[in-house]
Antibody
């Protein structure tokens, strides 16, 4: 059974930084396409970033230049480094596996990031 | 970017009724479409992929159809546990992978 467990969320001031982690079990992060999807309070789902098994990365235009996705094979963990945070980055951030660059088949429980002064 | 538009925003039906949810893509996505169910405070759950293939463990009352730009999710006989928000997502034209804004299904 696949389990994805996010951590690292919290309250941060505008302009601040935060790093989210997603610890995986039941799948190998480095061998899969792994992604982050976010959901602002009361809003829909927004894809944020993806990292391919070969290390290729893509980002949504809304976060490009401010967010970096990475992974640690030794810890089987996915990361999302978020810098220059803005109030509209406030959301629950989900870690998800992307089956064959298509649909998101396994999801974590989410980690809430609140950007506010 | 492929924009996904869902309708209606909210669907209020009684248990046992048939629910029909629509999803339209701004350009063809062939059959590269998935549906998700999200209950309050929970992560989304994959229901359908390939426009019409049920994911593992999904009850047969959920079915998907369509191709190109027009898609439908049907719940043949609503159960109380089907109260949720349903999202469509395309994976033909990426990046980005894009979702519809969601349809909320309420059970009267």
């Amino acid at each position: 059974e696949v389990q994805l467990v996010e951590s690292g969320g919290g309250l941060v001031q505008p302009g601040g930084s935060l790093r989210l982690s997603c610890a995986a079990s039941g799948l190998t992060v480095s061998s899969n396409y792994m992604s982050w999807v976010r959901q602002a309070p009361g809003k829909g789902l927004e894809w944020v970033s993806v990292i391919f098994s070969d290390g290729t990365t893509y980002y949504a235009d809304s976060v490009k230049g401010r967010i970096t996705i990475s992974r640690d094979s030794s810890k089987n963990t996915l990361y999302l480094q978020m810098n220059s945070l803005r109030p509209d980055d406030t959301a629950v951030y989900y870690c998800a596996s992307l089956w064959g660059l298509s649909y998101f088949d396994d999801w974590g429980q989410g980690s809430l990031v609140t950007v506010s002064s | 970017e492929t924009v996904m538009t869902q309708s209606p925003a909210t669907l209020s039906l009684s248990a046992g009724e048939r629910a029909t949810l629509s999803c339209r893509a701004s350009q063809s996505v062939s059959s590269n479409l998935a549906w998700y169910q999200q209950k309050g405070g929970q992560a989304p759950r994959l229901l359908i992929y390939g426009a019409s293939t049920r994911a593992t463990g999904i009850p047969a009352r959920f079915s998907g159809s369509g191709s190109g730009t027009e898609f439908t999710l049907t719940i043949s006989s609503l159960q109380s546990e089907d109260s949720a928000v349903y999202y469509c997502q395309q994976y033909k034209n990426w990046p980005p992978w894009t979702f519809g804004q969601g349809t909320k299904v309420e059970i009267k």
